[in-house]
Every structure is written in C-alpha cells, then in structure tokens.
C-alpha cells in the first residue's frame, strides 16, 4: 500500500520572479495539489533569505487556504522560539476557525535565519532551550486548558489544532515521543539523523489525547519530468543554488564558478544535503519513493518538487501523483 503524499512548498522566489509572482505561484501548486489528491501542504519559516518568500508562515497559509477548498495545509513549521506561544496559537487558533478541519501546526525550534537576523527579531540565543515548554504552553492554549492562569488564546481555545514536532535530530524525536505527537524528520536537507531519529522515536512513543501510535512524516526531495536529462539538468540547478546559498551573505557566485565548486570535494557538504533526491522520470521516481518510504520507517511523506520553475513543479507533482495512483 502506497504512504500518503503531501508537499512541502518552499516558496520559492525564482530568478526574474516576484514575491508577488512567487506566492502567487503558492497558490497554483496547492490548487493542483488538492486536485491530485495530496494530504497536506506545508509551509516553513524563513526570515532575510530573497530566495524565500514564506516569512509570514500564518498569513501565507491563510491566502492559500482561501483559494482552495479541502487539503490540509499548515506550517513545516514555525520556528516556536521566535514567537511567543500565546501568539501562536491565536494566530492557528484564527486559521482553524476560518478553516475548520484543515490547518496543521508543525512546530521547530532552529531560528530558520543567521545570528544578525535573530537578533532583529528579537529573539535570545537561549531560547531554543524553552522549546519543550513552550510546546506544552501553546497546546494548553488550543485544547481549552491553558497552563498560564487567566490567559486564554481567542480565537484558538478549544480548536485543537493537530501539532507535529518538526527536527532533524534525536532531540525532536525524543520530544514528540514524549509528548505523544506527530514527528516529521527534515531528512531531505539533514539526511544525517533520518534512521536513528525514526527509530528513537517509535521505540520511545508514548499514546496521547492526539495520536494513539506514532507517525512519522519523512521529507525528501523529488525532481520529475519527462525526459530523464531534463530532470538531471535541473537537479544540478537545484544544486547550484544550494551552493550559492551556503557560499554566505555578500558573496555572489557566478553560474560557472557554481559548476567548478560543484565538480570538487569542496561541494561534498551539499551534495550531502541532497542526498534523499528523486530525480528522472515518473516510473523512476515512483521507483524511488517507494524504496525511501521504506528506508525511512515512514508513515507519510512530505515532497519538496525542487524543479526551478512553476511549470516544472507543476508536472513533478502530477507525474508522481500519477505514478503513485
């Protein structure tokens, strides 16, 4: 029996594109989504990257769900230490009452940003370390039973919005088994952790009022088109763009250097970071999604379609879709 499919839609500002025309493009893929018969789309949280435009992770899930009508979508994830947790849950408290039985909290604890950022969104390096805390304090805010006297979350008390643990190491895994919740493992851009997280997690799952068994949701990363070639030639500009990323603020690198620095050791650290990536044709991405779903222990999987183009995602989702029937 096939996992479950759902996307992770980066939210992509392409080159020569608007972040007008890149939400816009938001919109179409989780239309189509919806369509093909996806689970879920998720949306993660991102500050100072040109490259990304899902910063304001509620606001983007609220005009998404706004034109379209039945899938899931949600957050992968909000990095709860930038935000207070009563905010939070006021915010997915408003979306699930606009949009009932449709909107996921998947919840982070990295900064989603570099240390000058952080520190413009006012955030304290230490507060990662409240994370288990500020999990229980925002879910106490959604079921009606807040840990803080007197402060409840309106809209968002009683909605019991669904959270999933969001990680890419043992911490989370460990922390979603504890807390009976959702794990979805980050493994298509930290592939490191992917068996041992999994397994730490079923191994030590305990059943809550959310989740009487554990569920793994894994990330991967899949490029499908209809020639093979053409799904390798935007593999390596997916590649290249990891690059260019990873290079640092104020460095610019050219097409061409990219390619020299992807062709040398030096690139080991990105190739590494892409190393859960179906790339081909459908039948080989098919091929490919059924082995990872196995490797991974999963019980669903989240795709990130990595093709440069609207178009090209477009028809990544639909070929695997297809594929998968």
């Known amino acids: 029996m096939s996992l479950p499919l759902s996307i992770l839609d980066l939210a992509t500002v392409g080159r020569d594109e608007s972040v007008a ?47 379209t009508s039945s899938i899931r979508l949600g957050s992968g994830g909000v990095m709860l230490p930038n935000h207070a947790p009563l905010t939070i849950a006021e915010q997915f408290g408003m979306l699930a009452t606009l949009h009932p039985d449709r ?5 982070g604890r990295a900064p989603g940003t570099d240390q000058n950022t952080m520190r413009a969104l006012r955030r304290d390096g230490s507060s990662a370390e409240s994370f288990p805390r500020d999990v229980q304090e925002l879910q106490g805010y959604l079921r009606d ?22 990680g890419s190491s043992l911490f989370g895994a460990k922390l ?6 959702p794990y979805s493992i980050a493994s298509h851009f930290a592939p490191d952790s992917l068996e041992s997280a999994v397994a730490a997690y079923r191994n030590e799952f305990q059943p809550s009022e959310q989740l009487a068994e ?6 991967l990363n899949i490029i499908a088109a ?11 500009i997916v ?59 999963a019980d669903e999987l989240i795709v990130a379609h990595q093709s440069s183009t609207l178009e090209g995602r477009l028809r990544s989702a639909e070929l695997l879709a297809e594929v998968r029937g």
């Open 239 to 297: 590649k290249r763009a990891r690059l260019k990323m990873m290079a640092g603020r104020g460095r610019r690198l050219t097409d061409e250097e990219a390619d020299a620095v992807l062709d040398s050791p030096q690139a080991a650290p990105v190739h590494q970071m892409v190393k859960y990536t179906g790339v081909g044709t459908a039948e080989h991405v098919g091929e490919y999604v059924d082995w990872f779903g196995k490797h991974a222990d």
């Open 103 to 107: 909107i996921d909290l998947g919840l």
């Open 21 to 67: 025309e890149s939400l816009a493009n938001s919109v179409a893929l989780a239309r189509r989504a919806e369509e093909l018969g996806y689970r879920r789309v998720w949306y993660a949280e991102h500050h100072n990257m040109p490259r990304i435009a899902s910063s304001a992770t509620s606001v983007l899930i609220a005009h998404v769900a706004a034109h």
């Open 176 to 181: 979603a088994a504890a807390m009976g919740l």
């Open 226 to 236: 209809d020639d093979a070639d053409e799904a390798e030639q935007e593999f390596r």
């Open 145 to 166: 039973e807040t840990l803080v006297e007197g402060v409840n979350a309106i809209p968002g008390r009683g909605t019991n919005v669904p959270l999933y643990v969001l």
């Open 214 to 219: 554990p569920h793994v949701i894994a990330g």
